[in-house]
């Protein structure tokens, strides 16, 4: 059963009421660290690239898949902070990988310019990595977890305006 979709033009009431309350406030409100909502906004991302219907379904037990030309596509995303640590190291990032299930992931790096989450919205931080799942299991065997190092001399990047193109190219070559 689907929900309701707001506006944001609702508002919260009180016996009848509106009050000075608006839905828009509360999304503002939960929704102002954008590095919180990475997971959705790549499965946002990738569902618009893909003109997938998964992206107005989303709910919290599939939030990380879509449906697309009858395949599972698993969402992965990491933030890399673009900040060294203390050591003068970049920590290692790793996706975990609950099941194997989908027919395809994308893993999502999306790189942050220090603490700033406007860097968030410029798509030019953010990096798609394609992977089949029997690559990814021949790859990374019983591991449940796979570093972006490791993507990264996998399989080459793409942009989020190449997801399409290339995810139905790799499926016409199953």
């Known amino acids: 059963m689907k929900g309701k979709e707001f506006t944001g033009k609702e508002h919260f009431m009180i016996n009848g009421e509106k009050t000075g309350l608006s839905i828009i406030d509360f999304w503002i409100w939960n929704s102002r660290h954008l590095e919180d909502l990475k997971d959705k906004i790549a499965v946002f991302l990738i569902s618009e690239a893909l003109q997938s219907e ?17 395949k599972h596509v698993g969402i992965k995303c990491a933030t890399v902070i673009n900040e060294e640590s203390k050591e003068g190291k970049r920590n290692e990032k790793f996706y975990h990988i609950i099941d194997k299930e989908a027919d395809y992931y994308i893993f999502c790096k999306v790189v942050l310019v220090g603490r700033n989450d406007k860097s968030m919205l410029n798509l030019n931080n953010w990096f798609f990595y394609i992977i089949p799942n029997w690559y990814l299991v021949s790859e990374s065997g019983n591991n449940n977890r796979i570093s972006i190092k490791k993507i990264e001399r996998m399989v080459q990047a793409t942009g989020v305006l190449d997801i399409k193109t290339k995810l139905d190219s790799m499926i016409k070559n199953e």
């Not at 379904?57 to 697309?68: E, S, T």
Request: charged share 25%; with cysteine.
């Open 54 to 70: 998964s992206s107005c379904n989303m709910n919290k037990w599939d939030a990380h898949r879509v449906m697309y030309s009858d």
